[in-house]
């Protein structure tokens, strides 16, 4: 009986959440306006440097009023001359900034000529963070938006997500399946993984079976973990080790997993090897 009443509750709280995601689908694209600032004030917070950096190269903010968030999103200068218009979708870490994502994944989209589109999914309060679905709902408006206003081709884009953004991109990456949209060629999670003792409601329900026994199928990820974490130390590649079981055992498929023994919580973004190396895969899995 209690478990009954608990999947009751549980559904209840996923159609509300599904609202929220039919209320984004309902936006007026050509309402919304590129800024310098943003409705949480996030760009208050963002060190003044790492603002400049990333307002000097031409990102902007993107208020989502209904959402209560926004995004940033960066466009190379000859994107609309280009035959592959492809995105890169980003996720901060814990207590994070979208604009500090952009900064971090800046060097290699002028490399490589793709827009940046980086959601705040963190609210400005402690533990205060999208649910999965919700922060899907964004994403999903973001690569709207830059369809409608740059062309881009949302079916060419990857995520790249950190630390706790990292761990939430697993059910993030189900929702872009289970909703048929299938935009993300490849997910790019690093040093956030699965915990083992205990998983989060959402690992908890795929283990049990509630969305099938294969419903990561067609999704790829490829994952790092630094075994110097500084938070975590070896646990962190312990859950990323954990979230690969995970994945291939519920159909995705592993591009690489890299356990660097050296490697940092930062590891992935200060090793240009590893970084490049989730930026080719990302390129090859979007040239068709």
């Not at 031409?58 to 960066?74: E, M, P």
């Not at 000859?78 to 979208?98: C, I, N, T």
């Not at 990456?173 to 003792?197: K, M, Q």
């Not at 591009?255 to 940092?264: A, T």
Request: aromatic letters at 12%.
């Amino acid at each position: 009986m209690l478990k009954r009443f608990c999947h009751r509750i549980a559904w209840i709280a996923f159609f509300f959440t599904l609202c929220v995601v039919v209320s984004a689908f309902a936006t007026d694209l050509g309402a919304l306006r590129e800024t310098t600032t943003d409705l949480l004030g996030i760009y208050q917070r963002t060190p003044v440097e790492q603002m400049r950096r990333v307002l000097d190269d031409g990102a902007r903010a993107v208020d989502l009023v209904n959402l209560g968030t926004f995004f940033v999103v960066w466009v190379p200068p000859d994107y609309a001359a280009q035959e592959r218009k492809r995105v890169l979708v980003v996720l901060h870490g814990s207590e994070g900034s979208a604009y500090a994502g952009v900064d971090a994944e800046l060097e290699y989209a002028k490399k490589h000529r793709y827009i940046l589109l980086s959601v705040q999914w963190w609210l400005g309060e402690p533990e205060a963070y999208l649910p999965a679905l919700e922060t899907y709902a964004v994403i999903e408006l973001a690569l709207r938006y830059a369809s409608e206003a740059y062309s881009a081709d949302p079916r060419r884009s990857a995520l790249v997500a950190f630390s706790r953004g990292s761990a939430q991109s697993f059910e993030i990456t189900y929702w872009d399946r289970a909703l048929g949209n299938g935009y993300f060629a490849l997910t790019i999670a690093h040093s956030g993984g699965i915990p083992i003792d205990h998983p989060p409601a959402f690992t908890q329900r795929l283990l049990a079976g509630d969305f099938g026994s294969a419903p990561l199928t067609g999704a790829r990820f490829f994952l790092y973990c630094g075994m110097k974490d500084e938070e975590w130390g070896i646990a962190q590649c312990e859950q990323m080790g954990n979230a690969e079981r995970i994945v291939t055992a519920y159909g995705g498929i592993i591009e690489r997993l890299i356990v660097d023994p050296e490697g940092s919580h930062q590891g992935y973004r200060r090793n240009p090897a590893w970084h490049e190396a989730g930026i080719e895969a990302f390129l090859r899995l979007t040239v068709d």
